[in-house]
Protein backbone atom coordinates (compact mmCIF):
# COMPACT_ATOMS: atom_id res chain seq x y z
CA UNK A 1 0.00 0.00 0.00
CA UNK A 2 1.21 3.70 -0.60
CA UNK A 3 1.52 5.97 2.46
CA UNK A 4 -0.66 8.89 0.40
CA UNK A 5 -3.72 6.68 -0.35
CA UNK A 6 -8.04 6.42 -1.15
CA UNK A 7 -9.53 3.95 1.62
CA UNK A 8 -12.90 3.11 0.39
CA UNK A 9 -15.40 1.62 2.23
CA UNK A 10 -18.64 0.36 0.99
CA UNK A 11 -20.90 -3.04 1.71
CA UNK A 12 -21.88 -3.27 -1.78
CA UNK A 13 -19.26 -5.72 -4.04
CA UNK A 14 -20.43 -4.36 -7.48
CA UNK A 15 -20.27 -0.30 -6.02
CA UNK A 16 -17.40 -0.90 -4.61
CA UNK A 17 -14.99 -2.30 -7.31
CA UNK A 18 -16.66 -0.16 -9.69
CA UNK A 19 -15.74 2.73 -7.67
CA UNK A 20 -12.15 1.68 -6.90
CA UNK A 21 -11.47 1.33 -10.77
CA UNK A 22 -13.24 4.71 -11.80
CA UNK A 23 -10.59 6.45 -8.81
CA UNK A 24 -7.78 4.73 -10.49
CA UNK A 25 -8.06 5.77 -13.98
CA UNK A 26 -7.79 9.45 -12.42
CA UNK A 27 -4.21 8.15 -11.01
CA UNK A 28 -5.51 7.18 -7.19
CA UNK A 29 -4.20 4.75 -5.75
CA UNK A 30 -7.75 3.11 -3.90
CA UNK A 31 -8.09 0.37 -1.59
CA UNK A 32 -11.25 -0.91 -0.54
CA UNK A 33 -12.89 -2.57 2.14
CA UNK A 34 -16.46 -4.46 2.36
CA UNK A 35 -16.84 -2.78 6.67
CA UNK A 36 -16.12 0.01 8.59
CA UNK A 37 -14.16 -2.17 11.04
CA UNK A 38 -11.17 -2.71 9.11
CA UNK A 39 -10.77 1.01 7.71
CA UNK A 40 -9.61 1.58 11.68
CA UNK A 41 -6.83 -1.07 12.19
CA UNK A 42 -5.38 1.30 9.50
CA UNK A 43 -6.36 4.60 10.48
CA UNK A 44 -3.64 6.32 13.11
CA UNK A 45 -1.98 9.70 13.29
CA UNK A 46 0.27 9.80 11.10
CA UNK A 47 -2.33 8.12 8.15
CA UNK A 48 -1.70 10.32 4.88
CA UNK A 49 -4.70 9.42 3.17
CA UNK A 50 -8.01 9.79 2.96
CA UNK A 51 -11.09 7.89 3.97
CA UNK A 52 -14.23 7.47 1.43
CA UNK A 53 -17.36 5.83 2.88
CA UNK A 54 -21.15 4.67 2.32
CA UNK A 55 -22.93 6.14 4.54
CA UNK A 56 -25.52 3.23 5.03
CA UNK A 57 -23.62 -0.03 5.65
CA UNK A 58 -24.33 -3.22 7.50
CA UNK A 59 -22.76 -2.86 10.99
CA UNK A 60 -20.77 -0.09 11.59
CA UNK A 61 -21.97 2.53 9.54
CA UNK A 62 -20.67 5.48 7.97
CA UNK A 63 -21.59 8.02 10.67
CA UNK A 64 -20.27 6.12 13.54
CA UNK A 65 -16.87 5.26 10.97
CA UNK A 66 -16.70 9.58 10.85
CA UNK A 67 -17.05 9.63 14.99
CA UNK A 68 -14.38 6.57 15.28
CA UNK A 69 -11.90 8.29 13.10
CA UNK A 70 -12.01 11.73 14.51
CA UNK A 71 -11.81 10.12 17.83
CA UNK A 72 -7.68 9.16 16.82
CA UNK A 73 -7.39 12.15 14.78
CA UNK A 74 -9.87 15.22 13.70
CA UNK A 75 -7.96 16.20 10.73
CA UNK A 76 -8.37 12.91 8.71
CA UNK A 77 -10.57 13.60 5.55
CA UNK A 78 -13.78 11.39 5.66
CA UNK A 79 -15.59 11.79 2.74
CA UNK A 80 -19.59 10.19 2.61
CA UNK A 81 -21.01 9.17 0.00
CA UNK A 82 -25.04 9.35 0.55
CA UNK A 83 -28.29 8.27 -1.20
CA UNK A 84 -31.13 10.66 -2.48
CA UNK A 85 -32.55 10.10 0.18
CA UNK A 86 -29.78 11.09 2.72
CA UNK A 87 -29.70 14.94 2.28
CA UNK A 88 -30.64 15.53 6.18
CA UNK A 89 -27.87 12.78 7.28
CA UNK A 90 -25.27 14.61 5.22
CA UNK A 91 -25.74 17.44 7.06
CA UNK A 92 -26.05 16.27 9.87
CA UNK A 93 -22.38 15.16 8.90
CA UNK A 94 -21.19 18.05 7.78
CA UNK A 95 -21.63 19.34 11.49
CA UNK A 96 -19.61 16.68 12.64
CA UNK A 97 -16.66 17.27 11.16
CA UNK A 98 -17.13 15.32 7.90
CA UNK A 99 -14.76 16.89 5.06
CA UNK A 100 -17.70 16.36 2.19
CA UNK A 101 -20.26 14.21 1.03
CA UNK A 102 -21.39 12.88 -2.18
CA UNK A 103 -24.54 12.19 -3.97
CA UNK A 104 -25.42 8.54 -5.37
CA UNK A 105 -25.68 8.88 -8.90
CA UNK A 106 -21.95 10.41 -9.17
CA UNK A 107 -19.43 11.02 -11.55
CA UNK A 108 -15.94 9.49 -10.43
CA UNK A 109 -14.12 12.28 -11.79
CA UNK A 110 -16.21 14.44 -9.36
CA UNK A 111 -15.32 12.39 -6.33
CA UNK A 112 -11.57 11.99 -7.65
CA UNK A 113 -11.04 15.99 -7.39
CA UNK A 114 -13.03 15.87 -4.01
CA UNK A 115 -9.99 13.52 -3.01
CA UNK A 116 -7.22 15.30 -4.00
CA UNK A 117 -8.12 18.28 -2.65
CA UNK A 118 -8.34 16.30 0.84
CA UNK A 119 -5.10 14.97 0.15
CA UNK A 120 -3.70 18.11 0.01
CA UNK A 121 -5.72 19.10 2.95
CA UNK A 122 -4.42 16.34 4.54
CA UNK A 123 -0.81 16.37 3.80
CA UNK A 124 -0.75 20.64 4.61
CA UNK A 125 -1.74 19.30 8.31
CA UNK A 126 1.07 16.58 8.25
CA UNK A 127 3.57 19.23 7.57
CA UNK A 128 2.44 21.45 9.79
CA UNK A 129 2.88 19.41 12.57
CA UNK A 130 6.54 18.24 11.38
CA UNK A 131 7.66 21.37 11.16
CA UNK A 132 6.19 22.33 14.69
CA UNK A 133 7.99 19.58 16.02
CA UNK A 134 11.36 20.39 14.45
CA UNK A 135 11.20 23.88 15.66
CA UNK A 136 10.59 22.57 19.04
CA UNK A 137 7.12 23.43 19.59
CA UNK A 138 4.85 21.33 21.29
CA UNK A 139 4.31 17.83 19.48
CA UNK A 140 2.01 15.47 18.24
CA UNK A 141 2.89 13.70 21.52
CA UNK A 142 2.86 16.14 24.19
CA UNK A 143 -0.87 16.82 22.04
CA UNK A 144 -2.09 13.72 22.44
CA UNK A 145 -0.44 12.85 26.38
CA UNK A 146 -0.40 16.68 27.89
CA UNK A 147 0.63 17.16 31.25
CA UNK A 148 3.41 19.44 33.07
CA UNK A 149 3.83 16.84 36.35
CA UNK A 150 7.24 15.06 35.97
CA UNK A 151 5.32 12.12 35.51
CA UNK A 152 3.99 12.94 32.32
CA UNK A 153 7.19 14.09 31.26
CA UNK A 154 8.99 10.93 32.17
CA UNK A 155 6.12 8.94 30.13
CA UNK A 156 6.62 11.36 27.06
CA UNK A 157 10.50 11.03 27.73
CA UNK A 158 10.51 6.83 28.08
CA UNK A 159 7.32 6.55 24.84
CA UNK A 160 9.65 8.68 22.49
CA UNK A 161 12.95 6.69 23.73
CA UNK A 162 10.93 3.32 22.75
CA UNK A 163 8.63 3.70 19.71
CA UNK A 164 11.11 4.50 17.12
CA UNK A 165 12.48 0.97 18.66
CA UNK A 166 10.94 -2.43 17.49
CA UNK A 167 10.84 -3.46 21.30
CA UNK A 168 7.58 -5.56 22.75
CA UNK A 169 6.26 -3.30 25.59
CA UNK A 170 3.82 -3.62 28.38
CA UNK A 171 1.63 -0.54 29.32
CA UNK A 172 0.30 -0.66 33.13
CA UNK A 173 -2.04 1.62 34.56
CA UNK A 174 -5.49 2.26 35.96
CA UNK A 175 -8.81 1.94 33.86
CA UNK A 176 -9.19 5.20 31.85
CA UNK A 177 -5.65 6.96 32.26
CA UNK A 178 -5.14 6.35 28.51
CA UNK A 179 -3.37 3.53 27.56
CA UNK A 180 -4.70 2.85 24.75
CA UNK A 181 -3.71 6.47 23.89
CA UNK A 182 -0.21 5.49 25.02
CA UNK A 183 -0.19 2.19 22.73
CA UNK A 184 -1.37 4.35 19.25
CA UNK A 185 1.50 6.75 20.32
CA UNK A 186 4.28 4.55 20.31
CA UNK A 187 2.75 2.69 16.58
CA UNK A 188 2.50 6.72 15.08
CA UNK A 189 6.03 7.21 15.79
CA UNK A 190 7.47 3.77 14.88
CA UNK A 191 8.45 2.80 11.57
CA UNK A 192 5.38 0.65 11.19
CA UNK A 193 3.53 3.71 11.56
CA UNK A 194 2.02 3.42 7.83
CA UNK A 195 0.93 -0.06 8.59
CA UNK A 196 -2.25 -1.84 10.47
CA UNK A 197 -2.61 -1.18 14.23
CA UNK A 198 -4.84 -4.25 15.39
CA UNK A 199 -6.40 -4.33 18.40
CA UNK A 200 -7.46 -6.83 20.10
CA UNK A 201 -9.60 -7.49 23.55
CA UNK A 202 -8.27 -10.31 25.25
CA UNK A 203 -11.56 -9.97 27.96
CA UNK A 204 -13.54 -10.46 24.72
CA UNK A 205 -12.33 -13.50 22.59
CA UNK A 206 -14.93 -15.75 22.24
CA UNK A 207 -13.11 -18.63 24.17
CA UNK A 208 -14.65 -21.35 21.93
CA UNK A 209 -13.20 -19.09 18.97
CA UNK A 210 -9.83 -17.73 20.38
CA UNK A 211 -7.13 -19.87 18.66
CA UNK A 212 -9.14 -19.01 15.25
CA UNK A 213 -9.76 -15.54 15.95
CA UNK A 214 -5.83 -15.21 16.67
CA UNK A 215 -3.96 -17.76 14.41
CA UNK A 216 -6.31 -18.73 11.66
CA UNK A 217 -7.37 -21.48 10.09
CA UNK A 218 -7.23 -23.79 7.14
CA UNK A 219 -10.22 -24.93 5.27
CA UNK A 220 -11.93 -27.99 7.10
CA UNK A 221 -9.85 -27.37 10.77
CA UNK A 222 -12.77 -27.61 12.72
CA UNK A 223 -16.74 -28.03 11.52
CA UNK A 224 -18.32 -24.93 9.64
CA UNK A 225 -14.56 -24.19 8.22
CA UNK A 226 -15.32 -23.79 4.93
CA UNK A 227 -12.32 -22.08 3.83
CA UNK A 228 -9.07 -20.29 5.22
CA UNK A 229 -9.40 -17.34 7.13
CA UNK A 230 -6.50 -15.24 8.33
CA UNK A 231 -5.87 -14.72 12.26
CA UNK A 232 -5.53 -11.39 13.64
CA UNK A 233 -2.04 -11.54 13.91
CA UNK A 234 -1.65 -12.67 10.60
CA UNK A 235 -3.43 -9.49 9.57
CA UNK A 236 -1.25 -7.31 11.51
CA UNK A 237 1.77 -8.30 9.72
CA UNK A 238 4.46 -5.61 9.01
CA UNK A 239 2.27 -3.54 11.72
CA UNK A 240 1.73 -3.57 15.31
CA UNK A 241 -0.36 -6.19 17.79
CA UNK A 242 -2.22 -4.64 20.30
CA UNK A 243 -3.24 -7.07 23.37
CA UNK A 244 -5.60 -4.85 25.60
CA UNK A 245 -5.87 -6.35 28.73
CA UNK A 246 -3.71 -9.29 28.70
CA UNK A 247 -4.32 -10.38 32.06
CA UNK A 248 -7.34 -11.47 30.51
CA UNK A 249 -5.87 -14.10 28.64
CA UNK A 250 -7.04 -17.76 29.19
CA UNK A 251 -4.37 -19.39 30.94
CA UNK A 252 -3.67 -22.40 28.60
CA UNK A 253 -3.42 -19.38 25.83
CA UNK A 254 -0.23 -17.81 27.31
CA UNK A 255 1.47 -20.75 26.80
CA UNK A 256 1.18 -20.84 22.82
CA UNK A 257 0.68 -16.71 22.76
CA UNK A 258 4.48 -17.25 24.10
CA UNK A 259 5.98 -19.17 21.39
CA UNK A 260 4.40 -16.47 18.93
CA UNK A 261 6.24 -13.64 21.20
CA UNK A 262 9.71 -15.91 21.18
CA UNK A 263 9.53 -17.45 17.59
CA UNK A 264 7.39 -14.95 15.90
CA UNK A 265 5.90 -17.53 13.90
CA UNK A 266 2.10 -18.74 13.90
CA UNK A 267 0.95 -22.00 12.86
CA UNK A 268 -2.56 -21.98 11.72
CA UNK A 269 -5.17 -24.33 12.58
CA UNK A 270 -5.66 -27.21 10.82
CA UNK A 271 -1.83 -26.89 9.40
CA UNK A 272 1.24 -28.11 10.02
CA UNK A 273 3.18 -24.85 8.20
CA UNK A 274 4.65 -22.28 10.30
CA UNK A 275 3.88 -18.85 9.21
CA UNK A 276 6.57 -15.88 9.44
CA UNK A 277 5.03 -13.05 11.43
CA UNK A 278 6.46 -9.84 11.63
CA UNK A 279 4.81 -7.63 14.33
CA UNK A 280 5.45 -5.28 17.13
CA UNK A 281 3.06 -6.29 20.19
CA UNK A 282 1.86 -4.18 22.52
CA UNK A 283 0.14 -5.47 25.98
CA UNK A 284 -2.08 -3.23 28.17
CA UNK A 285 -2.90 -4.45 31.80
CA UNK A 286 -4.66 -2.66 34.54
CA UNK A 287 -4.17 -5.66 36.92
CA UNK A 288 -0.45 -6.37 38.45
CA UNK A 289 0.36 -8.73 36.85
CA UNK A 290 3.14 -9.86 39.31
CA UNK A 291 0.24 -10.11 41.69
CA UNK A 292 -1.43 -12.28 38.63
CA UNK A 293 1.73 -14.34 38.73
CA UNK A 294 1.70 -15.28 42.30
CA UNK A 295 -1.73 -15.88 42.06
CA UNK A 296 -1.35 -18.41 39.06
CA UNK A 297 -3.12 -16.62 36.81
CA UNK A 298 -0.71 -15.31 34.66
CA UNK A 299 2.55 -17.36 32.96
CA UNK A 300 5.26 -15.87 35.17
CA UNK A 301 8.07 -16.11 31.58
CA UNK A 302 5.18 -14.55 29.40
CA UNK A 303 5.96 -11.49 32.14
CA UNK A 304 9.38 -11.66 31.92
CA UNK A 305 9.23 -11.48 28.05
CA UNK A 306 6.94 -9.04 27.71
CA UNK A 307 7.93 -6.46 30.66
CA UNK A 308 11.44 -5.64 28.54
CA UNK A 309 10.28 -2.34 28.35
CA UNK A 310 7.18 -1.17 30.69
CA UNK A 311 5.40 1.88 30.29
CA UNK A 312 3.34 2.93 33.46
CA UNK A 313 0.59 5.77 32.54
CA UNK A 314 -0.18 7.62 36.04
CA UNK A 315 -3.80 8.18 37.46
CA UNK A 316 -5.04 11.53 37.80
CA UNK A 317 -4.43 11.34 41.39
CA UNK A 318 -0.74 10.85 40.93
CA UNK A 319 -1.05 13.94 38.37
CA UNK A 320 -3.71 16.00 40.08
CA UNK A 321 -1.70 19.44 39.28
CA UNK A 322 -2.18 18.53 35.33
CA UNK A 323 -6.53 18.26 35.83
CA UNK A 324 -6.98 22.02 35.67
CA UNK A 325 -5.10 22.44 32.61
CA UNK A 326 -5.89 18.62 30.91
CA UNK A 327 -9.70 19.74 31.61
CA UNK A 328 -9.89 22.84 29.74
CA UNK A 329 -8.41 20.99 27.04
CA UNK A 330 -10.73 18.40 26.78
CA UNK A 331 -13.22 21.11 27.00
CA UNK A 332 -11.93 22.66 23.93
CA UNK A 333 -11.87 19.37 22.46
CA UNK A 334 -15.81 18.37 22.97
CA UNK A 335 -16.40 21.92 21.71
CA UNK A 336 -15.18 21.67 18.44
CA UNK A 337 -16.20 17.81 18.38
CA UNK A 338 -19.32 19.06 19.03
CA UNK A 339 -19.43 21.95 16.53
CA UNK A 340 -20.04 24.43 19.48
CA UNK A 341 -18.37 27.82 20.29
CA UNK A 342 -15.69 27.91 22.40
CA UNK A 343 -16.90 28.06 26.18
CA UNK A 344 -15.24 30.31 28.90
CA UNK A 345 -14.90 27.85 31.94
CA UNK A 346 -15.16 29.62 35.25
CA UNK A 347 -12.12 29.68 37.52
CA UNK A 348 -14.34 28.21 40.64
CA UNK A 349 -15.37 25.40 38.12
CA UNK A 350 -11.86 24.42 37.11
CA UNK A 351 -10.82 24.78 40.93
CA UNK A 352 -13.96 22.39 42.02
CA UNK A 353 -12.94 20.11 39.50
CA UNK A 354 -9.44 19.91 40.12
CA UNK A 355 -10.20 19.18 44.03
CA UNK A 356 -12.50 16.51 42.53
CA UNK A 357 -11.39 12.49 42.94
CA UNK A 358 -11.39 10.72 39.70
CA UNK A 359 -11.56 7.02 39.32
CA UNK A 360 -12.29 6.63 36.29
CA UNK A 361 -9.52 9.17 35.28
CA UNK A 362 -9.11 10.65 31.93
CA UNK A 363 -11.82 9.18 30.66
CA UNK A 364 -14.21 10.31 33.22
CA UNK A 365 -12.80 13.81 33.08
CA UNK A 366 -13.26 13.79 29.45
CA UNK A 367 -17.24 12.89 30.19
CA UNK A 368 -17.23 15.78 32.85
CA UNK A 369 -15.82 18.05 30.23
CA UNK A 370 -18.51 16.81 27.00
CA UNK A 371 -21.29 17.17 29.75
CA UNK A 372 -19.91 21.08 30.53
CA UNK A 373 -20.06 21.75 26.72
CA UNK A 374 -23.69 20.15 26.42
CA UNK A 375 -25.17 22.45 28.83
CA UNK A 376 -25.40 19.83 31.31
CA UNK A 377 -23.89 19.24 35.10
CA UNK A 378 -20.29 18.37 34.52
CA UNK A 379 -19.63 16.76 37.82
CA UNK A 380 -20.06 13.94 38.77
CA UNK A 381 -23.13 12.69 41.19
CA UNK A 382 -21.41 11.24 43.97
CA UNK A 383 -19.27 14.32 44.74
CA UNK A 384 -19.66 15.94 47.81
CA UNK A 385 -22.10 19.49 47.79
CA UNK A 386 -20.33 22.72 47.92
CA UNK A 387 -20.77 22.90 51.51
CA UNK A 388 -18.46 20.09 52.27
CA UNK A 389 -15.51 21.24 50.25
CA UNK A 390 -12.87 23.50 52.27
CA UNK A 391 -11.04 26.24 51.17
CA UNK A 392 -7.23 26.16 51.22
CA UNK A 393 -6.90 28.32 54.43
CA UNK A 394 -9.46 25.88 56.10
CA UNK A 395 -7.33 22.99 55.29
CA UNK A 396 -4.44 24.67 56.49
CA UNK A 397 -5.68 25.33 59.55
CA UNK A 398 -7.35 21.57 59.93
CA UNK A 399 -3.96 20.08 59.27
CA UNK A 400 -2.32 22.92 61.81
CA UNK A 401 -5.09 21.97 64.49
CA UNK A 402 -4.02 18.09 64.44
CA UNK A 403 -0.36 18.20 64.60
CA UNK A 404 -1.04 20.28 67.50
CA UNK A 405 -3.60 18.47 68.81
CA UNK A 406 -1.12 15.08 68.51
CA UNK A 407 1.58 16.74 70.25
CA UNK A 408 -0.08 17.42 73.04
CA UNK A 409 -1.44 13.77 73.41
CA UNK A 410 1.70 12.11 72.92
CA UNK A 411 3.53 14.20 75.32
CA UNK A 412 0.36 13.87 78.03
CA UNK A 413 -0.56 17.25 77.77
CA UNK A 414 2.94 18.69 78.75
CA UNK A 415 3.65 22.33 76.61
CA UNK A 416 7.65 22.33 77.30
CA UNK A 417 8.02 19.50 74.80
CA UNK A 418 5.46 20.54 72.55
CA UNK A 419 6.68 23.83 71.77
CA UNK A 420 10.32 22.77 71.88
CA UNK A 421 9.32 19.72 68.91
CA UNK A 422 7.10 22.21 66.97
CA UNK A 423 9.86 24.78 67.00
CA UNK A 424 7.72 27.64 68.24
CA UNK A 425 7.30 29.85 71.57
CA UNK A 426 5.58 29.10 74.44
CA UNK A 427 3.17 32.25 74.18
CA UNK A 428 2.88 30.86 70.31
CA UNK A 429 1.92 27.64 71.51
CA UNK A 430 -0.85 29.07 74.08
CA UNK A 431 -2.20 31.71 71.21
CA UNK A 432 -2.48 28.32 68.39
CA UNK A 433 -4.43 26.47 71.13
CA UNK A 434 -6.94 29.30 71.81
CA UNK A 435 -7.54 29.72 68.63
CA UNK A 436 -8.45 26.01 67.73
CA UNK A 437 -10.16 25.35 71.09
CA UNK A 438 -7.65 22.89 72.16
CA UNK A 439 -6.90 21.40 76.28
CA UNK A 440 -3.35 20.53 77.07
CA UNK A 441 -5.70 17.45 78.72
CA UNK A 442 -6.93 16.10 75.52
CA UNK A 443 -5.73 12.80 74.44
CA UNK A 444 -4.33 10.98 71.67
CA UNK A 445 -7.77 9.17 71.56
CA UNK A 446 -10.05 12.42 70.84
CA UNK A 447 -10.78 10.86 67.09
CA UNK A 448 -11.37 14.30 66.28
CA UNK A 449 -7.52 15.40 66.56
CA UNK A 450 -6.27 13.12 64.72
CA UNK A 451 -4.59 13.91 61.35
Known amino acids: MSETRVLLVDDEEEMRHSTAQALGLFGLDVDTFSSAENVLELIGYSFSGVVVSDIRMHGMDGMTLLQRIREVDAEIPVILVTGHGDVQLAVKAMR ?120 GHEAGAFPGALRPRYGKFEHGRGGTILLDEIGSMPFDLQAKFLRVLQERVITRLGSNEPVPLDVRFIATSKVDLEAE ?105 AYERGIIASALAAHGGSLRPVYEQLGISRKTLYEKMQRYGLDKKMTITDDDYVV
Request: glycine fraction near 4%.
Open 293 to 397: VAAGRFRADLLYRLNVATLHVPSLTQRKADIPLLFLQLVREAAARYMRNDIDVPPELVSEIAERTWPGNVRELRNAADRLVLGLDPKPEETPAPAERQRLADKVA
Open 96 to 215: EGVYDFIEKPFAAQHLAAIARRAMDRRSLVLENRRLRAVAGKRDDIEARLPGRTQAMVDLRYRLRAIGATDADTLIIGETGVGKEVVARALHDISARADRPLIAINCAALPENLIESELF
